[in-house]
Every structure is written in structure tokens, then in C-alpha cells.
């Protein structure tokens, strides 16, 4: 079973410029999430798509980043303009999600391998 | 949310047990106790997971305390690819947005460092 891809996996940006990443998910997972990674620190959640529509996106600083998920398959996270503390490692990871018996299942994420962003 | 309390770094010898502690005494009833680890330079990955009963899978067993206040991650056979940092982490199994699961709040995790 292939895994979450992504690209680029590295990005060298000056400040004010603009950069999109791109993540495909496993196929048939419907929640697909972009996470930040400051060196040092433990990832943290920017949004959860789940099939096209948004779950979480209380943690995205929507003046300068926007993801979307057109059809529910791939995402882009977009950072417009960048900032030198928008350099961080950014990760796409999804989760198949369903309900059996009332309960959620399959709710394992699986990440893809990141995409590094240093902002000068 | 609920917070995990764990140490830094800790060091293991090859082909010998780990025990990674992971303290969360703020638990609530419907936290489930999830288990990922992070290897160098890749994405996390699932390790293991519970809610009040002790588990075992390929990679790993995890011991829940009675209280639930506190686990413990087993690897019960350190080799030099377990050296990652590992995060314990709480996930809210109450009730959720459009069959969507509660997210995960990382912390920084314990780096585990394990010599041949």
C-alpha cells in the first residue's frame, strides 16, 4: 500500500514570497490533516480536513496560510507571504475514519514524510 | 485538553527491554491513550494505542495503570532502529464533528537513545 506523499520535500523561500505544498493521501482516507513541526517541538495540528469539508482549523493563521481539498483526495497548504518563523517542517498524515458500531475506527494516522521550509 | 507529562531523553542497550513512562493524571473518562513515535528526519508513526486495558501489538505492549493516571510503553527488545523520539499523547474518544476523530496535541516527547 503506497503512503502519503508529498512534495517538495524541501523549499528555500525569502520572506514575502508565497509557497504551496501539495499532499496526496492513502487512498480511501477520509480525514486528511497538515501539521507544523518547529525544530525541537512536537508537530502541531494547523488543519483537519475531513473528505472535503474542515474540521479543525483553530490552530491555521488564516491571515497568511489556506489549505483546501478539492474532491476529498489532495490537499495544498499555502503560505502567502512567509515569514522567517514559518520555517519548519510540514507534514501531511490521514486517517480512514469510519463507524462501526457506533464507534470511530481506524483512526491511526499515518504521516507522510514532510516537507522541510526555510524561510530567509 | 488533557496533558502528558514525559521525560526528555532516556538511554536503552540493544536487544534489552524499554520502559517509556508517560504521566497524565488530568485524564478524563473518554481519553484514549495514544502511543507515536519519530524516527530521524521521517513523519511520526502509530505505535500503539488504549483506553483502560493493557495492550500488545507487533511493535510494542502498552501497561495502563489501574487509575489511568499514568502508561508505560514496552519495547521489549531495543534494536537501533527504535531510536526516535516517542510521544505519548491523549485523544478525546468523546463525541466528534461528522464521524471525524478528536485531533492529537503532541508534546515534545521522550528521545530515546539506544547503544549497540
Redo the contacts between chains.
Keep these: 500500500e503506497a503512503g502519503?506523499a508529498q512534495s517538495p520535500r524541501y523549499k528555500i523561500i525569502e520572506k514575502r514570497q508565497s509557497v504551496a505544498f501539495w499532499c496526496n493521501p492513502i487512498s480511501g482516507h477520509?480525514?486528511l490533516?497538515w501539521y507544523q513541526q518547529i525544530l525541537?517541538?512536537?508537530?502541531?495540528?494547523l488543519i483537519?480536513f475531513?473528505n472535503n469539508?474542515v474540521?479543525?482549523d483553530s490552530q491555521l493563521p488564516k491571515d497568511r496560510f489556506s489549505a483546501e481539498r478539492l474532491k476529498g483526495v489532495d490537499s495544498t497548504l499555502k503560505i502567502q507571504p512567509a515569514k522567517l518563523e514559518d520555517s519548519a517542517v510540514y507534514?501531511c498524515?490521514s486517517?480512514l475514519?469510519?463507524?462501526l458500531a457506533g464507534e470511530?475506527r481506524g483512526?491511526?494516522?499515518?504521516?507522510?514524510?514532510?516537507t522541510r521550509l526555510t524561510v530567509t | 485538553d488533557a496533558k502528558t507529562t514525559q521525560p526528555n531523553s532516556m538511554e536503552s542497550n540493544e536487544e534489552e527491554p524499554v520502559h517509556l513512562p508517560c504521566n497524565h493524571s488530568t485524564i478524563s473518562g473518554t481519553d484514549y491513550i495514544h502511543w507515536y513515535r519519530q524516527l530521524p528526519s521521517q513523519g511520526p508513526e502509530y505505535v500503539i494505542h488504549g483506553l483502560t486495558s493493557n495492550v500488545n501489538n507487533r511493535m510494542a505492549s502498552l501497561a495502563i495503570a489501574e487509575d489511568r493516571k499514568s502508561s508505560t510503553l514496552i519495547l521489549h527488545r531495543a534494536t537501533l532502529r527504535d531510536a526516535a523520539v516517542y510521544y505519548c499523547i491523549l485523544r478525546d474518544g468523546g463525541p466528534t464533528y461528522g464521524g471525524a476523530t478528536n485531533k492529537l496535541i503532541f508534546g515534545t516527547g521522550t528521545l530515546l537513545a539506544v547503544q549497540p
Excluded at chain 1, 483512526?107 to 514532510?114: A, L, N, V, W
Design positions: 502519503v477520509a480525514t490533516y525541537g517541538q512536537g508537530p502541531k495540528l483537519q475531513q469539508g474540521v479543525d507534514l498524515a486517517s475514519n469510519f463507524q470511530i483512526y491511526e494516522q499515518y504521516f507522510g514524510p514532510g
